[in-house]
Every structure is written in C-alpha cells, then in structure tokens.
C-alpha cells in the first residue's frame, strides 16, 4: 500500500511568485490536512479537507489556499510568497477512527524563498 | 499560554536507560494524543497515540495520560542510539471542526548516546 506522496519535494522560489503544493492520500482515506513546519518548531495546522469540504483552517493569510478533489487528492497554493513561506510543507493523510483520527504523513515539500 | 507544551530539551540519556518526555495541554476539550518522532530532514513518523487515562504500552514506549492533569508523557525503555530523533507531542480536539486537526508542542530533542 502507498503511503502519502507529496510533490515536488524540494523547490525554490522568488519573492512574490505562486507555488502549487500537491498530495496524494493513502487508498482509503478522504481526509486530508497540511500542516508547515519551520525550522525549530513543531508543524503549524493550514487546512483540513474532508470529502471536498474544508473543515478546518488554522490562523494563516488568505494567500494560503487549498482544495481536495474527487479522488480525494489535494493541491495547497500559496501566493505572493514571502521569505518567512520558506518551511516544510507537510500533507496528512487522516483516517477517522470512531474515538481518534490517526493521521500520517508525507515525506513533505521543503520550499526555499529566495 | 501555548496549547502545548513539551519539556525543554535537549535531552540527553545514555544507551539502555529510560528517556522521558513529557507534554501539557491547555484545552480541556482534548481527546486524542499523539506522540510523532521526526529525523532530521524527515517527516513526522506516528509512533504511539492514546486517548484512555492510564498507561498503553507498545514494544519499548509508553505513553501515559492524565486528562485531570492535562498531561500526557512518553517513556521510552532501553534507549538507542536509532532513537535520536525530535519527538512531537499532538494533541487532537473533540470533533467537530476539531476533526483531523492536529495541535503540537514544539517538540523534545533526544539524543541517546552509546
């Protein structure tokens, strides 16, 4: 079974330019969450997805915006990038498991503002 | 105050003995736990979660919570050099529009040395 893909997983990027982020889930799972993570710290929550619904949304600028697709696929587009976008990006694949939501990740997006 | 806490590191243990790293959460709402480690330049990886006050045991870790306290801990027994990592403590929320959302500490630095 494939666990979470996410690409590209390295890019470098200019000031003010647009990048698309993108996740594959695991075979099953329809939700999914992206989370950045700076050096030093512990992942900061983006978005939620759960079947093409956002259902979540942490405390991020409106020029972070994401999507989920029919086959529960998601693409994370930030614009305008700034220096401070320069992070790990990461991609959750979550399953719902009556008392808990275990959720894995991906091997994440590490994107270099420049 | 953060909505999670983990001990400051870096933790240092010697090979065989136990490490300790221990979490605090504010929101009393919470139901899930989560302990991820995370290599350097890798992605988080779940290796325990709990949700029932007590003791849940897996291989060498256990994770203990203690909702009254808000407190949640992660014993690793017979430390190795493999364990090395940053451990990240998540908390989850009660569902809702807390589903899939994730809340982590900044995590512990554990080194293990032989």
């Known amino acids: 079974d494939a666990g979470v893909t996410q690409s590209p997983t390295h890019l470098i990027k200019t000031r003010g330019q647009h990048v698309t982020l993108r996740c594959s889930p695991i075979s099953g799972h329809k939700s999914v969450s992206w989370y950045q993570q700076v050096l030093g710290q512990g992942p900061q929550f983006i978005f939620q997805?759960?079947?093409?619904?956002?259902?979540g949304r942490g405390n991020f600028p409106d020029r972070f915006s994401a999507r989920q697709f029919p086959n529960y696929s998601s693409e994370l587009n930030v614009n305008a990038l700034l220096l401070g976008d320069s992070a790990l990006y990461l991609c959750?694949?979550?399953?719902?498991?009556?008392?808990?939501?275990?959720?894995?990740f991906g091997q994440g997006t590490r994107l270099t503002v420049v | 105050q953060k909505e999670v806490e983990q001990n400051s590191g870096p933790l240092s243990v010697p090979e065989g003995a136990i490490a300790s790293l221990n979490c605090t959460y504010s929101?009393?709402?919470?139901?899930?736990f989560f302990w991820y480690r995370q290599y350097s330049g890798k992605s988080p990886e779940l290796i325990m979660f709990i949700y029932s006050n007590g003791d849940k045991e897996d291989g060498r870790f256990t994770a203990q919570l203690n909702k009254a306290s808000q407190y949640v801990s992660l014993l690793i027994r017979d430390s190795q050099p493999s364990d090395s990592a940053t451990y990240l403590c998540a908390v989850q929320g009660a569902g809702g529009t807390s589903y899939g959302k994730l809340t982590f500490g900044q995590g512990t630095i554990l080194t293990v040395h032989p």
């Open positions: 997805y759960y079947e093409k619904e956002e259902r």
């Open positions: 929101d009393r709402g919470s139901q899930s």
């Open positions: 959750a694949s979550s399953s719902y498991r009556g008392r808990y939501t275990e959720a894995f």
